[in-house]
């Protein structure tokens, strides 16, 4: 009897904070449908600012450099996270232990100090040598530096899953390396690494601070284009394309699920 | 040197000496060289001199560190002094929240068929996916002047008629809270699906109160993964930038806005690093904590976030 009553009530709570936790997005999503620019009433639904958003060459440009940064430092990641983790894998009989503190590093150290320091750093090196100017091109090698380390222990955790006993084998049947990279090593990291470039590609895509602090005058991302709308004063096209960018994470969200759900239950290879 | 004395052994140890390092060294030199260096770097200018234009120069003092204490060359004045502490004070209350509300979450989830519940961690994760400026933008939406919750607040006499519920301190730790709250669900659910339901049961039997279950049978079990949660929350909201900076005004200032203004407006590099320093070496004892519960929980085995 007690104990229903209990059930009862963490039913209720859990309902509640899942609506705290969708109705701040709600709201954008609402509020980008409104033929009204006001944020106190809905007036009646309209597209009037999904339509003003195509004709609006800041946001088309945004998103253009939003999607470069994010595809170009996701694919150099997926391959130097990839051979960073086969590496930890090989050698981890090796005393190796210290090295997962530059692995661990990235992912916790709090973006205003990564992207600071990155920042500095870059503004160092520009004045010295005129390399690294602020622009895409640092922003790349700021992404690609925060998605290593999450590409690495995917695929390490993938092969310390693996049966020590295959790789023996590949080496007994004289397979050789390169053989033993593409024929065995690959197939077996095929969905850890297909997860770990969707994971990289969230990851840059939803960045905003280090961004913010490594781009350059010409290298605005969406992020960085709806920050300094809201800092402006907002138009309601910022609603519009906010609900545009929660719609693709909810489809990516929505896809991984299923692929995981379709996965029949995990063989032990 | 005798080439030809080489043994095939030497060979295959030299061979295997650049494999590894032609597979461990890429990824590890990328960090070192475009993160522990910039941050080392940062760190050295935290103990330089502010120049006129803001930038870094010699000599090396403790100049920055005692500006943010509060003394500067007009006396000493509490203003940074006031961003730290509001920053510890606004973590503490945030994070404390994020535990009363991830608790009963975590233990419900764990209660339901284990064919539900990754879908029911997916609806707690999914929101902290979009992006964090959207979100903070969509409680700048439900705070703002006349809004149902605004005008609530002001019916019940909790803010002044008209205005909203942001920018403020509350906006502050709510949205933190807000931004946090799955990062404490994650390992708590982790710890109670490890729970051995037998203990809160004879704690029951016994007619302990409902207090008493859960501080002699149900807490001292999902302890890994409260102080897990605890680490994984107050760092990086210790260090939050873009929640302040929109739902906070100008007098909710924490110590993340007061390091980017550093290298922004007010140019004061030194300032700056020493901020960053403190986020720095909060991180790293963060860090510790989380390796020593890994070795603890998992037998050797890395608490992955």
């Known amino acids: ?269 | 040197m005798h080439k030809g004395r080489r043994s095939r052994q030497a060979q295959r140890h030299w061979q295997q000496a650049a494999h590894m390092l032609g597979t461990i060294a890429p990824g590890i030199v990328w960090i070192v060289f475009f993160l522990v260096l910039p941050s080392a770097y940062l760190i050295s200018v935290s103990f330089m001199t502010n120049g006129p234009y803001g930038l870094p120069q010699m000599p090396l003092t403790l100049q920055a560190f005692s500006q943010l204490l509060g003394f500067g060359f007009l006396g000493w004045s509490p203003g940074n002094l006031y961003t730290v502490l509001r920053s510890l004070w606004q973590t503490l209350i945030a994070t404390g929240f994020v535990i009363a509300l991830a608790y009963p979450v975590a233990y419900y989830i764990s209660t339901q068929p284990a064919g539900r519940r990754p879908l029911m961690l997916l609806f707690v994760v999914v929101p902290s996916w979009t992006n964090q400026v959207i979100r903070a933008f969509g409680w700048m939406n439900l705070l703002a002047p006349d809004t149902p919750l605004s005008n609530l607040a002001g019916a019940l006499g909790l803010v002044p008629d008209q205005m909203g519920l942001f920018p403020s301190n509350f906006a502050v730790v709510l949205g933190l809270t807000y931004n946090f709250l799955p990062f404490m669900v994650l390992p708590l659910y982790a710890a109670f699906e490890k729970m051995d339901p037998e203990i809160v049961e004879a704690a029951r039997d016994l007619y302990a109160t409902p207090v008493g279950v859960f501080r002699h049978a149900v807490l001292p079990q999902t302890l890994p993964g409260l102080m897990a949660g605890t680490v994984l929350v107050s760092i990086p909201a210790f260090g939050q930038y873009v929640i302040p900076q929109l739902l906070g005004g100008g007098k909710s200032m924490m110590l993340g806005n007061l390091v980017a203004r550093q290298f922004a407006e007010a140019s004061n590099w030194p300032l700056g690093a020493a901020g960053a320093l403190i986020m720095i070496l909060a991180t790293l004892g963060g860090l510790l904590v989380l390796r020593r519960l890994g070795r603890r929980l998992g037998g050797g085995k890395e608490v992955v976030l």
């Not at chain 1, 990235?106 to 600071?116: A, R, T």
Request: aromatic fraction near 16%.
């Open chain 1, 1 to 269: 009897m007690k104990r229903r009553r209990l059930q009862r009530g963490l039913r209720a709570f859990w309902y509640l904070v899942l609506f705290f936790l969708y109705a701040p997005l709600g709201i954008v999503v609402l509020f980008s449908f409104n033929s009204v620019n006001t944020y106190s009433r809905f007036a009646g639904f309209s597209l009037r600012w999904y339509e003003s958003l195509i004709h609006n060459e800041a946001i088309v440009n945004a998103f253009y450099n939003s999607l470069t940064l994010a595809v170009v430092s996701s694919c150099i990641a997926t391959v130097m996270g990839t051979v960073l983790g086969y590496g930890m894998y090989r050698y981890r009989h090796l005393k190796l232990g210290w090295l997962i503190w530059f692995i661990y590093l990235p992912i916790v150290m709090p973006d205003i100090v990564y992207g600071i320091s990155e920042m500095s750093f870059f503004v160092s090196v520009h004045d010295a040598t005129g390399l690294l100017n602020p622009g895409i091109g640092t922003m790349i090698i700021a992404h690609i530096t925060f998605q290593v380390p999450f590409v690495a222990l995917l695929a390490y955790s993938r092969l310390v899953q693996m049966d020590p006993m295959l790789f023996e084998a590949t080496q007994d049947l004289y397979a050789k390396p390169w053989q033993r990279a593409w024929y065995f090593i690959l197939p077996t990291l095929r969905s850890a690494l297909i997860s770990a470039f969707f994971l990289s590609f969230t990851l840059s895509i939803d960045d905003f601070v280090i961004s913010f602090f490594t781009a350059g005058p010409s290298s605005t991302t969406l992020p960085i284009f709806i920050w300094s709308a809201i800092k402006k004063g907002v138009t309601p096209e910022i609603n519009a394309i906010s609900t545009l960018m929660i719609a693709a994470v909810f489809t990516a969200a929505t896809i991984s699920y299923a692929i995981q759900r379709a996965r029949p239950a995990r063989v032990e290879s």
